[in-house]
């Protein structure tokens, strides 16, 4: 908190007032402070990059007052009608849609890295049987950079293009044995021919002894899902996967290092949240009781899956999951199901409730994401796991910008010292 305000010498308000502004294609500019130290003595403070943009990017586009979310221009509604998940990695990394032989020869590429090192597999049984999933997926995602360490030169576009692949192709696999392990059932190999978030169920949800059934409704929720939470520019977690590699890191371990700030239930351990709450919640009846206690200032509870940071209107991602919600349901006969049915009443009372109106608390993607995991039968425990698994093609894309980015610089922000003066020693009989 500001004790006083400093006034700036006309010498200084000089020397600031030429401090240049940088333009966007699209959104604020930004006033390129980087010679305000050397020109005026002074850093600038903004813990939680409020007003901060730690670099610049092509990839993503959001503005949060009017709902947009953009992935290299195209809208993210666009994409999640028109084109599946690997399309949409595909763009990311390389920052144009696949024509039909580029996408084949992506499929193709992606499939021959989907298998993990032997090895790799090992590393599950070092942990508890009951350990979080996200706790295990830092370890073995981290433990990929044991694997291809010497074979990833950072500087060369062709391997960090190779690491790229890697990490798409083997996320579904690690993220499915995180889930078989905590259950004690065997890991299921991924299958070549099968499309993405096909491959990611059969090895979530089979067995080895029965063929999996894939209903094309749920797939189809799941790639969205995935398409929904591949990327959302310089977020908590990216923010960490670019402030680690701008050593020149190797990529699993700033990949795993993003897995572990996406873990907090600020970031994306929200839709899990959301699901606890629901259970909390446990009745219809019990709705008005909670909904009090979220406007209750002196209580801390808040409606887990309501509200955004970034969209004050309402989120794009969560129109479209909100559909995707009602299609599962329907698919699988849930409506009367009791627990979505006090999530569709919550959501109701909410969406028509004075407090949250005016506030434009609006549940949020994670709302509905949380509502759609669990309807596809997967354990509450997994969704941020889930969640890390979208992200992985943003992580990786934002990496790998950053590094072929000639600006970069090692992220090393300054501080405001408040502690002790520089003082003296004094000898242990004397203090
Ligand atoms: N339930 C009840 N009241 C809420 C909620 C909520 N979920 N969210 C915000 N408010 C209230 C605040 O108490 C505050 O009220 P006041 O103005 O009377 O003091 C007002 O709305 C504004 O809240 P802020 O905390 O300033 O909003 P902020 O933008 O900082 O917070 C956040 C956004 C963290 C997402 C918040 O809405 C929240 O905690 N939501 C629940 C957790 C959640 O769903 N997170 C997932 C986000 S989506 C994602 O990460 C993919």
Same mark, same amino acid.
């Given at each position: ?33 980087? !010679? ?209 590699? !701008? !050593? ?184």
């Amino acid at each position: 908190m500001a004790e006083n305000y400093v006034s700036l010498t006309e010498d200084d308000k000089e020397k600031a007032s030429k401090l240049p502004i940088m333009d966007g294609t699209m959104g604020p500019s930004v006033v390129d402070i980087r !010679s305000l130290y050397a020109q005026t003595g002074y850093f600038t403070y903004d813990p939680g990059f409020t007003s901060t943009a730690s670099c610049s990017s092509k990839i993503t586009y959001i503005d949060g007052d009017n709902g947009i979310l953009l992935y290299r221009g195209y809208p993210i509604e666009q994409l999640a009608e028109k084109c599946d998940f690997l399309e949409v990695c595909y763009l990311l990394l390389n920052g144009e849609l696949p024509n039909g032989a580029q996408m084949k020869e992506f499929v193709t590429i992606i499939s021959q890295h989907v298998m993990v090192h032997e090895q790799l597999t090992k590393f599950y049984s070092g942990f508890r049987r009951d350990a979080h999933p996200m706790a295990v997926l830092v370890g073995v995602v981290g433990a990929l950079s044991a694997f291809y360490h010497d074979v990833t030169d950072v500087t060369r576009p062709e391997d960090r293009y190779i690491a790229a692949i890697r990490l798409i192709a083997k996320m579904p696999n690690i993220v499915a044995m995180c889930h078989k392990y905590s259950t004690g059932m065997p890991f299921i190999y991924p299958k070549r021919k099968l499309g993405y978030a096909e491959n990611f169920m059969r090895m979530m949800m089979g067995d080895p002894y029965d063929d999996y059934i894939a209903n094309p409704v749920l797939i189809r929720a799941l790639d969205r899902i995935l398409i929904l939470h591949a990327d959302h520019e310089q977020n908590a977690s990216t923010s960490t996967v670019r402030l680690a590699g !701008s !050593s020149g890191a190797n990529p699993y371990a700033c990949v795993a290092a993003g897995i572990a700030c996406l873990w907090g239930a600020a970031h994306g351990g929200a839709n899990e949240a959301v699901l606890n709450m629901l259970e909390e919640i446990g009745d219809v009846t019990k709705i008005p009781e909670y909904v009090a206690k979220a406007k209750d200032k002196s209580d801390p509870f808040r409606l887990m899956g309501f509200g955004h940071r970034v969209y004050k209107n309402y989120d794009p991602r969560a129109k479209l999951m909100r559909q995707t919600c009602h299609e599962v349901l329907d698919e699988l006969n849930l409506n009367n199901d009791p627990m979505f049915k006090l999530a569709m009443e919550l959501e109701r009372i909410a969406l028509e409730d004075e407090y949250f109106v005016e506030r434009k608390l609006y549940p949020n993607v994670d709302f509905y994401s949380g509502i759609v995991l669990r309807a596809l039968g997967i354990p509450t425990e997994m969704f941020t796991a889930i969640f890390a698994l979208s992200r992985s093609v943003g992580w990786i894309a934002q990496w790998d910008e950053m590094i072929s980015d000639p600006e970069l610089k090692i992220g090393r922000p300054r501080q405001l010292y408040r502690g002790v003066a520089k003082r003296d020693v004094q000898p242990i009989s004397s203090r």
